[in-house]
């Protein structure tokens, strides 16, 4: 195994690591984010499943990801006109473009509107607005701390239109059972009245289990069905490796003991 490092870059917030192992690996405050091995698995889902259960997206805003993965995939739909895009730290961004080529190679698009800046805040000014919204954040520790709350929640559904949805990083449910629990009844269910949870396998992750929190403005959206089928041909054009409209519905169906917990009173 390689185990390379090229680059460690320091910013008032975080501290980034590429490494080489399974090709090029960001690593933030040493938990390793994405590989270029697998990262599509976690970046197809996370923007794909609200971006195929809204009918109509055109407005999307994208909350950290600034490694470009969400961005590289929310773009692969033609029906988007606008991106946004607040990531909290510019180092991110910059090492993504010179070491992840694959995942940044959408950040010159006409579509998107860059603000770096913190994503809680950018929220506050911006109300009834997105089709969709996508946060990939890290671990909810840090400056991602605030992005795992009740008072975010609601600032999410407040920026959304009328039939907006969301999809937020669910952590692990080998890890992170109680925490998950917390965020879909505590902080979304009251709130939203649709609220699913989905699973998804990214080996490089700890367990190779990721989870997606995917929430409804409107209920008249059945997030676990994609609004728009693929075709083969489709999934050949878009580029895709991991989602289709099969893993779409499969990825809600979830394994007893995580079923339990989300379905808990």
Known sequence: MRDKRHVCELSELLDADLVETYGNVLVLDGIIQATERDEFSYQEMLAHLPMFAHPNPKKVLIIGGGDGGILREVLKHPEVEHVTMCEIDRVVIDVSKKFLPGMSCCFSNPKLNLFCGDGFEFLKKHKNEFDVIITDSSDPVGPAESLFGQSYYELLRD???????LSSQGECPWLDLTLIGKVIHQ??????PVVR??????????SGLMGYVVCSKSKDID?????????????????????NSQVHSAAFVLPQFVKEEIEKK
């Open 159 to 165: 920026s959304l239109n009328e039939n907006g949805v």
């Open 223 to 243: 997030v676990t069905t994609p609004s728009r089928m693929l075709s083969d041909d489709d999934v050949k054009r878009m580029k895709l490796r991991f989602y």
């Open 187 to 192: 902080y979304c269910s009251p709130i939203f």
């Open 197 to 206: 949870y989905a699973v998804g396998s990214v080996p490089t992750y700890t």
